[in-house]
């Protein structure tokens, strides 16, 4: 019979972190998925094998079955006390137990929740924002040149203001509007 340190390939000495470490490499490696494909003596076998890697991480995982196996196999002297496990029993923790996905614990469902409202409510001001500024296109300094141009061409402050928001509105900087299209901004708003 083949020894669970044979098994999983570690040494006597090898701590409980070792001993995890091997056991999932060889889990890994003869992980029934892995053979879906093969032949069934092929999947026998790694079945066989899995079995046989179950049964040394069971024996070793814990101290007291390890210490127990230990003296059995003439690894450990017996000094006529098997119920008592090693000294150093403080360096072997119990199997670690697996918390669920964050998936499933339900934090990412709420932050996606979250996401969504933030993203609602930044659309609802810039909406509410561009009410005020119909064409965000226009550049501050391509407004105040609008409305210096309109007030050199002879119009009053408000007047000026009133064209460059029907301009702004209607228009983006770089359209090529008509000078008649122009001339009749400029008259409505005088």
Known sequence: ??????????????????????????????????????SPEEQERAEAEMKAVNAAWSTLRNAEARHHYDIEAGLLDDDGDDDEAPDDEDRWEPEPQFRPSVFRRGTVPLIIVLVLVAGLVASGIAVVLQAD?????????????????????GMTAPQADCFVKAMTSRYGPSDDVDRAVIQNVADACR
């Open 1 to 38: 019979m083949t020894s669970p340190y044979d098994v999983l390939g570690v040494g006597v000495d090898a701590d409980l972190e070792e001993v995890r470490r091997a056991y999932y490499r060889k889990a890994r490696l003869l992980h029934p998925d892995r053979f879906t494909g093969s």
């Open 133 to 153: 500024n119909p064409s965000p296109r226009w550049s501050t300094a391509g407004i105040a040149d609008l409305r210096s141009a309109a007030i050199d061409a």
